[in-house]
Structure formats: C-alpha cells, structure tokens
C-alpha cells in the first residue's frame, strides 16, 4: 500500500532531505585519489549526527556502514572500507538520514580526476535518465510512465538498464511501496497521487545488465565488469509539482 504524506509531513521530509543534501555536498568535496573510503563513511556519520539526525543505512539489514561507496563495477551498497579511491575511477555515494521520524535518500556518482570518455558519458547519461524521470513524476501519472521514460532514454544512449535493482517509496520507513523499476510500459503501474513520497534512481551500465553479489555479501556488481554509474533523490508530489526534497 502507497501512503499518502500530509503536507506537514512533507514539510519535516524537506527538512530531512535538506540536511541530507548538506552532507552530501560536504563529503563529495573530500572524494578525491586517495582517500579511502572509510575516511569518506566516517565523515558522513559524523555530520549526520552533528545535525542532529541519524545515518537510516547503518544497521539497516545488518549493513555495518553510514555510507554505500560503490567504485567501478559496484552499483550499489559497496561497503566502506580501506580501499583507496584512485585517479580514473567512478565513485557512487549512497547516503540516507533519519530525521524527526522521515527518512530521506540520494546518491550520486563522481568521477575521479580525468575518467575515461565513456565514462563520462555513462555519468551524464544517468544523471539526465533522473532528471527525465523526475518531470514524469506528477499528479495523474503513472510509475510506468517515470519507468518507461529512463529505460528508453537509457537504451537510446546506447547503455543497458539495471533491472532487478529498483527506486522506492519513503516516509517513517527507508522501503516503502511502491517499487519504481527503471524499465516498463506506459501507463502501466499506480496512479500518482498527491502526497506520494518516492525516490527515482537509475542504474546504468556499460556492458551487460547481468549482476552479481559482491563478496562483502551486500553490494551488487556488473556480471562482466563493466562500469556503472547511479545517481538518485526523494521526492514528494504536490498540488503545485513535484518537489525534490533532497535539492539544496
């Protein structure tokens, strides 16, 4: 069951995602080559709790971390660890907060230094899938109709759709219903209703769309090795459009 969210609700979730997006701003300006990414897990825990909320990942189905760090092949749920970040890779950075009951959610995927050409592609491709999907998210749609427009946007860039990883609703739980695929048909899926609270998350990969568990037992990688890249926000829909709750 999709629950709807009163706007005073939403108000606290735009506080959550607010807080959220500082964090994140703050630790992206440390990912640089060398840095592991253990430095980078406990920065964003330290200020998560400086601001008075709490990491929503650490403990979540016994993940030891605050922040997922997917480097390269690992799309999503990479544990921090120290491992140091290098000069061509891509960083994904996966980080949610726990803030006066709500939870909200965003990831971004960085290069690091001079990346490989198609790998900046690959980036700019699934930061646009998101933007595309976010202008589908309104009143009168439907969660197809967001799932259709990334997976074609997608596949025309030439890159392949992660398709059993998925977005999410959120409010007082990380997981809510419904899930958002990021492939399907038109018209298809729940109508959106105002007070839905949902992320959208693309995961897009160079070769095939095969994965497999990491060895850590909590990431997921390309089957084939190849690059991924995932970008993602809360969101909340209103009378006036759809507000993207994890902006600054």
């Given at each position: ?17 607010s807080?959220?997006a ?35 990942f ?38 949610g ?24 592609r ?20 439907t ?13 025309d ?9 998925c ?57 084939d ?24």
């Amino acid at each position: 069951m999709i629950s709807i969210k009163s706007r005073k609700e939403i108000a606290i979730m735009k506080e959550s995602g607010s807080i959220l997006a500082s964090i994140m701003k703050e630790v992206k300006k440390r990912v640089e080559p060398g840095i592991t990414t253990k430095e980078l897990d406990k920065l964003a825990e330290s200020l998560i709790l400086e601001s008075g909320a709490k990491p929503s990942f650490k403990g979540y189905d016994g993940f030891p971390a605050s922040l997922c760090t997917s480097i390269n092949e690992v799309i999503v749920h990479g544990i921090p660890s120290k491992q140091k970040v290098k000069q061509g890779d891509i960083i994904s950075l996966d980080l949610g907060v726990f803030y006066k009951g709500f939870h909200s959610d965003m990831a971004v995927t960085l290069p690091i230094g001079d990346v490989d050409p198609e790998a900046k592609r690959l980036l700019k491709a699934t930061k646009k899938a998101l933007k595309r999907g976010i202008k589908k998210a309104r009143i009168g749609n439907t969660f197809g109709d967001i799932s259709n427009t990334i997976q074609r946007y997608i596949e025309d860039q030439g890159f392949n759709v992660v398709k059993e990883l998925c977005g999410h609703g959120i409010g007082r739980e990380l997981h809510e219903d419904p899930q958002i695929l990021n492939y399907g048909k038109r018209h298809s899926g729940p109508k959106i209703k105002e007070g839905m609270c949902f992320c959208i998350e693309p995961m897009l990969v160079i070769g095939s769309a095969e994965i497999k568990k990491s060895k850590d037992g909590f990431g997921f990688e390309t089957e084939d090795g190849s690059l991924s890249a995932h970008f993602e926000h809360s969101l909340a829909v209103t009378q006036e459009g759809c507000l993207i709750l994890t902006s600054l």
